[in-house]
């Protein structure tokens, strides 16, 4: 037994020396985030009735179902405030981490081969993934303790060593969880691709449980860790129970994931591969057709999922509608406009839900970057093919997506929250809402194509720049993220369409945008050269 | 007419010269080997060839035109494979070499099964748990299938087993046949003595030695080992004599091609014993080439 370990920190210094940027970028924007949003909440100096106020919001169903249950009105202190605004989705960027570093650390240096010649040396056969899931643990607890210790030192009232260590705690075990599921799932599935997808999908999974559950039935969160994640009720009764419960089941993952690696050949899955076809389809000869084929799993894997989300905020807005109607305290409080409070919600989902439109979209481009560097598009470009071609092509497939998604995302919205309302939300209203942020969207596509057409090393970029956008998108009000900030971000620029009328301008401007930083991405691409690893 | 065309080509890559001052030029109908050492720049200057890579300085043109601007088209009449074959791993080899030829606009014919056949691949498994060998010969084969006038070949059988190589060597000589022309680089040397008209040799991406083989051969050594009546004190002054070494009246040295003659007369005037000679191979030429110090040595 002891001989399957052998080698584990030879393996730990070559994944440490290959993702240590990666691992620091991660851990520094995750710390970096929560100590800054605590930070400004502090700063906000809020009057006691206004964060009564805030405290009433988050009471409402449709909150609930997207944040976790709300802390008692006569105890919302600050740090109550900042742990239901901020608990659940930074636990969330942590799994997401979590999931692209086993990932990465597993099933990806598998797949590119890097793993065979670890293997060939006296290593044991458990060295890498010990080694991988060393690494994620070590990530976690430095997350913890660094999250911990800021917001300690910040102590926002209503914060206390206890308890903010408790809040780093959570985020790192929801994260470590998902970090152990990603190790399970990449014994599973042979490509990085499909394990990605598969904890995503999970995870997707667990927060619509816990929607669903919060706002009707609690022991259904029970079923999902997000579930006990919002439950441990931080900065105001700190129950330490969801962490070990969390560290619990992720040591019982991590122990399955070493199980099924015994069993499995190096690069097999447990699941295996098909025969395929002789000769191809006219299909996949068609323009468009290879880019459809390669890209569809995970266009259709985010799309599902999206689409999901909006159908589930939709069935919750019939609770909202009760819950409006009953509390009549609240009524009085918002000066009777409950309206108001359906309309900022349907535009703050529809902002968030924007975002993950973008995502599959954005990866479509970024995917061209990823062959080139694989080398698959020196048998492209030797043939009779030009750069402008194969970009464009790729363009299309994002803007078609993109828009295919948040139609049918706004679609399904307004579909369950029709059947379920007494009193239905205006179709047209819910529409152009929605669609509203396409031209937004468009730029990040745009953007997109300009780091890979002329910055391909800095694809990076977009992401840091989605993480922005959506930081934007869900505290920049709240926070009073400064307007020239604000401004740099494209959805900032999208008019509230539900509330208002809707204004062309801006939506015109940002196409134009779009238009503009894809064109200079092709000039950019024409001029560069092709470079594989 | 020259299909290849590389003027006084530089490559940079940040501050490293990958392709220093390149000059060469391949003619319609022959066989161009194009060898050197790893990392020498073999690929590089291919790439640069096939439009992957802009020059820094110089120009190079295939079938007169333009290899940067004109990508597109020169590559209607051109068919490429590469040393390290990368393929979209989720689609059968079959699938692959049809989509290759679809972006040349060409419709999979008989010529593409026939060659399926000769090289013998199983066109259903996807391209993930193809072997190396079996990558290189989806390649191969979705080269062979287009009707392309130049084909331009990267160490393209750095995968092969001996009896595939044989059939990649025959297509080769149809190919000339047919008056195609080929580009070929490689590490195997008996195959470039095989199969090529003129060689190319770069090492440290300078062209250090161009020309025919028989040319080439001509600046070769050969290998001499001679017993003579009279002693041959002063064998070592000689011009063109190298490594000599001696044991009683036996010598053992070698000699440049072009000192033959002379070398031969001055020793028939001792009274030759024996003489055995070991003819000048590429190999000897090419190790010489590539190996750093013997190669300095030269340059003095
Ligand atoms: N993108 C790059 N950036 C920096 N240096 C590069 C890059 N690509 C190639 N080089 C360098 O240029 C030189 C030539 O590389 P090239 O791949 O052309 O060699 P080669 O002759 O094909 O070698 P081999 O026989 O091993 O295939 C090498 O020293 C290599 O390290
Ligand atoms: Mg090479």
Known sequence: MKRSFKGTKLAMTVLVRQHRVQAVVWLVSLVGASAAAAAAFEGLSQTGIELLGIAAVMQNPAMVAMLGPAYPVERYTLAAQFANEMLLFTAIAAAVMNILLVSSFTRHDEEEGRLELIRSLPVGRFAYLAAGSLIVTLIDVLLAVMTGLSLGFLGLDGMDWNSSLLYGALIASTGWLFGALTAVLSQIFETTRGVTIGSFAVMLFFYLIRSIGDVLNETLSYFSPLGWTVRANVFDQNHWQPVFILVGIALLLFCLAFFWNRNRDLCAGLLSDRKGKRQASSFLLSPLGLTLRLEKGSLLAWGTGTILMAASFGAVMNELETYLTETTFIQAFLGGEGEQMTSQFIELLFAILSVFTAVPAVMVLLKLKKEEKRGYLDNVYSRTVSRSRQLSIRLFVAWMASNLIQLLMVLSYWGTAQSLMEQPISFSKTVSAGLAYLPAIWVLIGLTALLVGAMPKGTVLVWAYIGFVFADVYLGELLKFPEWVRSFSAFYFVPAAYSDTLSWLPLIVLTVAAFLLAGLGDVGYRKRDILPD | ?300
């Open chain 2, 1 to 300: 007419m020259s299909v290849i065309k590389v003027q006084q080509v530089t490559k940079m890559f940040g501050d490293f010269k990958a392709l220093d001052d390149i000059s060469l030029s391949v003619e319609a109908g022959e066989i161009f080997g194009f060898i050197g050492p790893n990392g020498a720049g073999k690929s590089t200057t291919i790439r640069t060839m096939l439009g992957l890579l802009k020059p820094t300085f110089g120009q190079i043109q295939l079938f007169e035109k333009d290899a940067w601007k004109d990508a597109v088209t020169i590559h209607q009449r051109l068919a490429y494979v590469p040393g390290d074959v990368n393929l979209w791993p989720n689609l059968t080899g079959g699938e692959t070499i049809d989509l290759l030829l679809s972006m040349q606009d060409i419709k999979p014919s008989a010529k593409k099964e026939a060659l399926i056949k000769r090289f013998d691949l199983d066109p259903t498994k996807k391209a993930r748990s193809y072997s190396k060998g079996n990558r290189q010969k989806v390649a191969l084969i979705a080269a062979f299938a287009s009707d392309a006038d130049l084909f331009i070949l990267d160490e393209p059988t750095a995968g092969l087993d001996p009896l595939m190589e044989r059939v990649f060597q025959e297509i080769l000589l149809e190919l000339k046949k047919e008056g195609k022309t080929i580009l070929l680089s490689s590490h195997l040397l008996a195959e470039v003595e095989k199969v090529c008209d003129r060689v190319a040799i770069i090492r440290q991406g300078k062209i250090i030695e161009k020309g025919s083989l028989e040319e080439m051969r001509h600046l070769t050594r050969m290998k001499l080992i001679v017993e003579t009546r009279e002693p041959l004190t002063d064998l070592p002054e000689w011009e063109g004599v190298h490594d000599s070494k001696r044991s009683e009246n036996t010598w053992t040295f070698y000699l440049d091609a072009i000192h033959l003659d002379t070398v031969m007369r001055k020793l028939s005037s001792r009274g030759i014993l024996k003489l055995e000679s070991t003819p000048p191979s590429l190999e000897d030429l090419f190790l010489r080439h590539y190996d750093p110090v013997q190669a300095s040595d030269e340059e003095v």
